[in-house]
């Protein structure tokens, strides 16, 4: 229980270091801009807390928000994900979602890819309707949607990949 709590915290506070210090300041094209901190919600435990998740977010959200002056997108994109998870998650996976199997850090199956890709969409759209809040930008909102997300699941997927426990 304490080294899942451990790393939680410890995930929690790297990715949002690693989104203020790095992909803050990255913004390419003016249409792609990445968001790896939302892997905190995705690899939350199936099994963890879920109003724990939706404070974490909350928070999660908000301190990006003070760092990026961004007036509260990233904590309401960040608790809409939270909120529709277990639906990603019973969309996803099915009825082994149910007897919490689902292990995300692990290969990438097309469950678990279906996963990540509608929770990144979820979090980006949320994100970008609420930046611009104008249909007459419904064009590039979604080349901005589409590009970010891109991007950010190409991101996700290699942090997935790189701090993947070793089997032995």
Same mark, same amino acid.
């Given at each position: &229980? =304490?080294?899942?709590?451990? !790393?939680?915290? %410890?995930?929690?506070? @790297? ?5 203020? *210090?790095?992909? #803050?300041? &990255? =913004?390419?094209?003016?249409? !792609?801009?990445? %968001?790896?901190?939302? @892997? ?5 435990? *199936?099994?963890? #807390? ?13 301190? @990006? ?104």
């Amino acid at each position: &229980m =304490n080294s899942t709590l451990f !790393i939680n915290v %410890f995930r929690f506070l @790297l990715l949002l270091t690693v989104q203020i *210090v790095i992909f #803050n300041n &990255m =913004n390419f094209m003016g249409y !792609i801009s990445p %968001f790896p901190y939302i @892997l905190f919600i995705i690899l939350y435990p *199936v099994n963890g #807390n879920k109003y724990g998740l939706l404070i974490a977010s909350f928070f999660l959200g908000l301190i @990006l928000d003070v760092f990026s002056n961004s007036g509260g997108i990233h904590t309401t994109a960040s608790i809409v994900l939270a909120y529709y998870r277990p639906y990603i998650f019973k969309f996803a996976f099915g009825i082994s979602y149910e007897y919490q199997t689902v292990k995300l850090n692990d290969i990438l199956t097309p469950e678990r890819f279906s996963f990540l890709v509608l929770a990144v969409l979820i979090h980006h759209i949320t994100l970008f309707v609420l930046e611009t809040f104008q249909m007459s930008f419904f064009f590039d909102n979604l080349l901005r949607i589409i590009l970010s997300s891109i991007f950010t699941i190409l991101i996700c997927i290699i942090i997935i990949y790189l701090t993947k426990p070793n089997r032995r």
